[in-house]
């Protein structure tokens, strides 16, 4: 029988919760200290999920970066193919908040969105207004 | 072939540059670093000293008194921060007493002016916060303070503006005697040159030993220092020493000319002429030495600490001039305290000797005033929204703490030997010298920096070499 | 000079939430003064989720947290000016900023919030010995330069620190391709959310090295290493524990100060204990019209909290600016007017207390920090200001296990919560009624402590 030792993330407590898993199932899950505990172990050992957060390159917008995430949680083995396969990726401005960037991130059915809108840099008025010095 | 080729771009290298360019010759400072002010002239007490303690007789006591003579006029001509708040070295013990009484008779001897000894009371008027151990002082108006890299970087500019060719990232590695002169083997290639002036610090021993028979000796002697928050800057408003001791000065504490209170330095002797680290045990020295003279110092405001090495020559004096052996080789060695108050004055004494040996004709185009960088908060508010409505960027504070414009920034890069690193852009304008230490500015300075000099974010360094800022992009390491 | 109602000093999440509580009660004459190129402040960079699950029961980014904010106060034509630095403040609320497009510039403020949040503890301030190679940084200057500017400070990484910057670094670190090979406290645990330890650090095999500090820096001129060692009960360094990391790279994550300056330029008297101005009830602090919020104020681990209490602050200010403009000016009561003994109050505070006969204004409790709590925001009562409830926020001074957070008025306990847990690292609030402190009445003071049962 696989034993797996969590540190639960419900509050500052932090139980340590022993989960004994048979095969997929869960036997037993033991060391939380309330409901919250157990809902988290269970979870955590079958189907740990997370949302990834992290950047895209932008071309010609008022920022070099536009920060993203993945719409929902994606399996948490999953995170590093989400970030390989947006290594690739580069939009160009305008791009809108909620906007796609990447559609089906690896493969998880899941949607990388921009979570931040950046505009067309305007090279007469924009941040560079000031090199007539 | 040059005429005077100078080896080290420190406070005297750059002051004997720009007293020589008041003649016509081909003159050139090579400098191992990336800038200007990067060795000893960069880490020191940036005290201009009254002139009481060198042995009468020696160069240090004549160029110390001549420097902080000239310190004003050169100031007001370079446009360099320098306020004489007057020195004070406390006794605190009565037995210390007669320690107070023979540097009064020195100085005098040393022909300073105005030196007398303050009793308690008077003391306790004029510096509220000097420990209560303190029994006496000898009080010195003419001491005073100025900005290091200040000086530096102006007599650099001032001498550039004047003629003299900078080269940067350039190391002198051999010397040898032609028969025209000097032959000069660097890691920027062969230089040759009728004249050599050694100005090149902790290392200027190599360098004299090379080109003569006569062997001297520098020991690098570390100094750590403790600079605090501009919030703690008036606790004390004169240069507070204690009585000097057998490796120096001692610990002083003292306002900077940029309003914050430094504390320091430490005294010890090492080997490694780039030990410029901090310890633990020299901080605690610094922050236990500094209570002795002065009470409830804010050490919570303390926002970093350093460490500088003093070139200390075993003559226990300045070396300057030529060895017999080594005719056109003038040292400018052994330059430790008062060393940054005696630039001015060795500047003058070396060129002079130096226009004199090659017989230079006077430069009649020398311009003596240099402008520094703009400091808005200068002007009154008139004044300055009129120079931003002429320039926006000096409207745009980058660093937070300082209240340094991006105008001032970019100033510091396009002048003569701008500055290209964040360390260079910080000595020049106090942009990220402040409380939170360049955490704000420096992406902004970056930034700045990459789109003036056209420079890659990878090129980018903190203070030239292999000190880079920034590795490469996002996810370059995520492989594939 | 330009004359406003109210002047709000910072752009970040807690000017945004102050001035659209402002607006909400019908104040019109606002100016919010932001020194970045857009509204939203520190949220701008902090792209990880997690924001605004007690606000809008949903995890938000930082940018969309921000967005929810700075769409509002646009549709409401709250005016604001960015590129805009406060240079001044003067305790007759004269404000001072300048602007590559305004210049520089005076306003008359009526009312003056303070937004400015607060700023990272650098190397300098931990007395770090060694050299000063490139490649330290603090958390957050690596988090803008990552996280805004795409770039990477550097490749392989140790952190020191465990608040929730240093954890969140971690993993945009590791996301972004470099290698994080350890992250020292120097306290016995951690100031992060257990979230963000499993998160950040177990989800990617970072260890956490708690109770351990730096002791040395290697490197000249780029950083090539540092030395770890534990410490004991006094931080000290124990000797032989040393273990060294090559790394190019050390992110600082060692504590967050507010940034006060122009609050002591204006005559602020501010705690030493949270390094922020002394407030009352109405968040207005020991300078009449002048309201504090945000990080500047205490710095806060949860957004959501800090938006709420800028509400609070807005409102009042909205208020105080209402009454002031009527004929009943003066009667309101500022923070500090029944203190004997301000600390760090400043000259103005004190000749104003000076002035007062004592306890001659009735109804002012002082709010202390009893056992067991380090402060308290509010710090003062005025009875007259007060709702019908009062939410005092604290923190804990160390870890408490199944303990109870209880708030007396004189004998009388007003407030009692049991919790398994308190941690300093989490801000912690006790809710008072009305009702029941009358009850109490006469008293001088609120106590709140933690009782360990």
């Known amino acids: 029988m696989e034993k797996k030792i969590l540190t639960c993330i419900g509050c500052p407590m932090g139980c340590q919760l022993t989960v004994e898993l048979d095969g997929e199932q869960i036997a037993s899950i033991s060391g939380y200290t309330c409901k919250r505990g157990k809902i988290y172990g269970e979870k955590e050992v079958t189907h740990p999920t997370r949302i990834v957060t992290t950047t895209v390159r932008v071309v010609h917008g008022t920022a070099q970066m536009v920060p993203v995430k993945t719409k929902e949680d994606v399996p948490k083995d999953k995170i590093f193919d989400c970030i390989r396969e947006l290594k690739e990726v580069e939009i160009e401005a305008p791009v809108r908040a909620g906007e796609p960037v990447l559609k089906n991130v690896a493969g998880t059915g899941v949607d990388v969105i921009a979570v931040k809108s950046v505009e067309i840099q305007q090279m007469e008025h924009g941040i560079h207004s000031s090199r007539n010095l | ?480 | 000079m330009k004359q406003h109602a109210i002047v709000i000093i910072g752009g970040g999440p807690a000017g945004l939430a102050a001035a659209i509580s402002a607006a909400e009660q019908g104040e019109k004459d606002i100016l919010i003064l932001e020194r970045d190129r857009e509204l939203g402040g520190i949220l701008n960079q902090c792209i990880h989720n997690g924001f605004g699950l007690h606000t809008f029961q949903e995890e938000l980014t930082g940018p969309e947290y921000a967005a929810r904010y700075i769409e509002k106060v646009e549709r409401m034509g709250i005016p604001y000016l960015t590129d805009t630095m406060v240079l001044d403040l003067s305790s007759e609320k004269v404000v001072t900023a300048v602007s590559p497009t305004e210049g520089i510039f005076q306003i008359q403020a009526q009312a003056v919030i303070l937004a400015m949040g607060c700023r990272e503890r650098p190397r300098g301030a931990l007395n770090l010995p060694g050299y000063r190679p490139a490649g330290i940084y603090t958390a957050g200057t690596a988090q803008r330069l990552v996280n805004v500017e795409g770039r990477m400070p550097g490749r392989e990484v140790v952190i020191l620190g465990s608040g929730d910057i240093g954890l969140i670094m971690a993993r945009r670190m590791t996301l972004e391709g470099a290698k994080v090979k350890v992250v020292a406290e120097l306290m016995p645990y951690s100031g992060g959310l257990k979230r963000n330890i499993v998160q950040c650090l177990e989800d990617f095999g970072i260890p956490l090295k708690l109770s351990h500090t730096v002791v040395a820096i290697h490197g000249k001129e780029r950083l090539t290493g540092v030395t770890l060692a534990q410490v004991d009960h006094d931080g000290r360094p124990v000797p032989r524990t040393e273990e060294e990391y090559s790394c190019d790279t050390l992110l600082l994550s060692v504590g967050l100060i507010p940034e006060n300056e122009l609050s002591k330029n204006a005559g602020v008297a501010l705690s030493s204990a949270t390094s922020g101005p002394v407030v009352d009830e109405s968040f207005q602090t020991s300078v009449n019209g002048i309201f504090a919020c945000g990080n500047v104020l205490h710095v806060h681990d949860l957004v959501d909290f800090v938006s709420e209490e800028a509400a609070n602050a807005g409102r009042r200010a909205a208020e105080y600016v209402r009454e002031t403009s009527g004929e009943s000016s003066e009667k309101r009561m500022k923070c500090g007017e029944s203190r004997k003994d301000l600390p760090e109050s400043q000259a103005a505070c004190e000749e104003w207390t000076a002035k007062m006969p004592e306890k001659e204004v009735s109804g002012i409790l002082d709010i202390l920090p009893g056992d067991g709590v380090r402060y308290t925001v509010p710090s003062v009562l005025h009875l007259a200001q007060m709702g019908e409830t009062l939410k005092i926020r604290f923190r804990v001074r160390k870890e408490y296990k199944n303990s109870c957070v209880t708030v007396h008025a004189g004998d009388r306990q007003l407030f009692r919560r049991r919790k398994q847990i308190f941690v300093p690292g989490e801000m912690e609030e006790a809710v008072i009624r009305r009702e029941d402190l009358n009850a109490a009445l006469p008293a001088d003071t609120i106590t709140i402590r933690i009782e360990e049962v």
């Not at chain 2, 420097?67 to 006794?91: A, I, Y």
């Not at chain 2, 703009?374 to 931003?388: A, G, M, T, V, Y």
Request: net charge negative; aromatic share 6%.
């Open chain 2, 1 to 480: 072939m040059y005429d005077v080729i100078i080896i080290g771009a420190g406070v005297c290298g750059c002051a004997v540059a720009r007293e020589l360019s008041r003649f016509q010759g081909k003159i050139c400072v090579l400098e191992r670093q990336e800038d200007v002010c990067c060795g000893t002239s960069k880490a020191n007490s940036g005290i201009v000293h009254a002139g009481f303690d060198a042995v009468p007789g020696s160069m240090k006591a004549k160029m110390n008194l001549e420097g902080n003579l000239r310190m004003k006029e050169l100031t007001e001509e370079l446009d360099v921060l320098f306020e004489q708040n007057g020195s004070l070295v406390v006794c605190t013990e009565e037995e210390q007493r007669q320690g107070l009484e023979d540097l009064l008779e020195r100085g005098r001897e040393n022909g300073v002016q105005g030196l007398r000894i303050l009793e308690r009371e008077e003391l306790r008027k004029m510096e509220p916060n000097l420990s209560e151990r303190v029994a006496a002082a000898l009080y010195a108006p003419t001491g005073g303070i100025v900005c290091p890299f200040g000086l530096t970087i102006a007599l650099a500019e001032n001498a550039c503006r004047n003629g003299v060719e900078f080269r940067f990232n350039t190391e002198v590695q051999k010397i040898e005697k032609t028969g025209q002169g000097y032959r000069l083997e660097t890691s920027k290639g062969v230089f040759e040159t009728r004249t050599v002036v050694n100005a090149a610090g902790v290392y200027a021993d190599l360098f004299h030993n090379m080109a003569s028979g006569t062997k001297i000796h520098i020991t690098p002697r570390k100094g750590e220092y403790q600079l605090l928050d501009r919030t703690a800057g008036k606790h004390v408003h004169c240069t507070v020493f204690a009585l000097p001791g057998k490796y120096g000065k001692g610990v002083l504490v003292s306002p900077t000319v940029h309003g914050n209170l430094l504390l320091g330095p430490t005294a010890v002797d090492i080997e490694d002429r780039e030990g410029t680290d901090t310890t633990r045990e020299g901080l605690e020295t610094v922050a236990a030495k500094s209570a002795e003279t002065v009470k409830d110092l804010p050490y919570r405001q303390v926002i970093t600490s350093f460490a500088g090495l003093r070139a200390h020559e075993d003559g226990d004096d300045f070396l300057l001039g030529e060895p017999e052996d080594a005719e056109g080789f003038f040292d400018c060695a052994g330059i430790e305290s008062p060393g940054l108050t005696s630039a001015p004055a060795i500047g003058i004494y070396l060129a002079e000797r130096i226009a004199s040996r090659l017989g230079l004709d006077k430069n009649l185009e020398f311009e003596p005033r240099r402008k520094g960088i703009l400091n808005p908060s200068d002007l009154d508010l008139e004044q300055r929204k009129e120079l931003i409505r002429k320039e926006p960027a000096y409207g745009r504070i980058l660093c937070r703490c300082e209240g340094i414009s991006e105008g001032e920034i970019l100033d510091a890069i396009r002048r003569p030997l701008g500055a290209r690193s964040l360390d260079g852009i910080k000595r020049r304008t106090r942009a990220g010298m402040g409380r939170c230490q360049a955490g704000f500015c420096s992406p902004k300075v970056m930034e700045l920096l990459v789109r003036e000099c056209g420079t890659d974010w990878t090129e980018l360094t903190k203070s030239g070499g292999d000190s880079w800022l920034i590795s490469g992009r996002n996810k370059e390491g995520i492989q594939r």
